[in-house]
């Protein structure tokens, strides 16, 4: 697990003003953690808003699917 790279912060940012939330928001101040947890990906939270990109959350759902279908 690593922190995110300069480029993709500056592109992450750039996306995050340009929806809707960011331009609600009067503020924007993004922390680059690191999640070994999450196995890859990202996580943003946008106030009340979560995105989950992370790996582990498309591996739970897909094992949430399977089990649905036995």
Do not use: F, W
């Not at 999450?38 to 990109?53: C, F, M, P, Q």
């Amino acid at each position: 697990a690593e922190p995110l790279g300069r480029d993709v912060l500056a592109n992450l940012e750039k996306s995050l003003k340009q929806s809707e939330a960011g331009k609600a928001a009067k503020t924007l101040k993004i922390t680059n953690k690191v999640n070994p947890a999450i196995l890859g990906g990202l996580v943003v939270d946008l106030g009340e808003k979560t995105i989950d990109l992370s790996v582990s959350n498309r591996v739970n759902k897909l094992n949430g699917l399977l089990q649905e279908s036995v």
